[in-house]
């Protein structure tokens, strides 16, 4: 992990950095590594959580919730709630550190890898940290299909943290 970042010093002029997280342990690390990058870089990072599309059940509006049904909005506030906290906890750490930070929690309408990959595009970011495994119904073997999916896509480079 430490090469990798020797090598991104080396290479780019990091300005901008997203860390998305999920919660799990690898998202976490994810967050910590990217202030650490971001403070030597003197970067600005955004902590970005994505509420999957699968938790609304076919909803698309954005974070206002008039259209879900009764039952859906007490998931989908828990989830926003959550990715919140997550979010928050990345963003505490930064300050402490001393490192310009914003968080954003959003749906995602199509998959978590495109929301990601389009976000990234959209808010001109230099590196995307992401964790190696993440949250899932099952717990995903070697690198999860998230992060494959971003490292795939994404026209930046992304740092990949166990």
């Known amino acids: ?29 994810a967050g910590n590594e990217a202030i650490d990058v971001a403070k030597k870089h003197q970067a600005e990072l955004i902590a970005l959580y994505v ?10 509006e954005d974070v206002e919730t008039s259209g ?6 007490g998931i989908v506030m828990t989830a926003m709630q959550g990715g919140q906290k997550y979010v928050d906890e990345v963003k505490q750490k930064a300050i402490e550190s001393k490192v310009s930070v914003g968080t954003d929690v959003v749906f995602s309408t199509n998959s978590v890898v495109k929301t ?27 690198l999860g299909s998230v992060a494959s999916g ?11 943290v166990k």
Do not use: F, Q, W
């Open 51 to 60: 509420i999957p599309s699968d938790i609304r059940y076919g909803h698309t």
């Open 116 to 142: 990601i990959v389009e976000y990234a595009e959209e808010k001109k970011i230099d590196l995307i940290v992401i964790g190696s495994k993440g949250m899932s119904g099952l717990k995903r073997m070697l």
């Open 150 to 160: 971003v490292v795939t896509y994404a026209d930046c480079p992304v740092l990949v």
């Open 68 to 73: 879900i049904p009764r039952p859906l909005k």
């Open 1 to 29: 992990m430490r090469i990798t970042c020797l090598l991104i010093e080396e290479n780019i002029n990091i300005k901008k950095i997203l860390v998305a997280v999920d919660g799990s342990k690898p998202s976490l690390n």
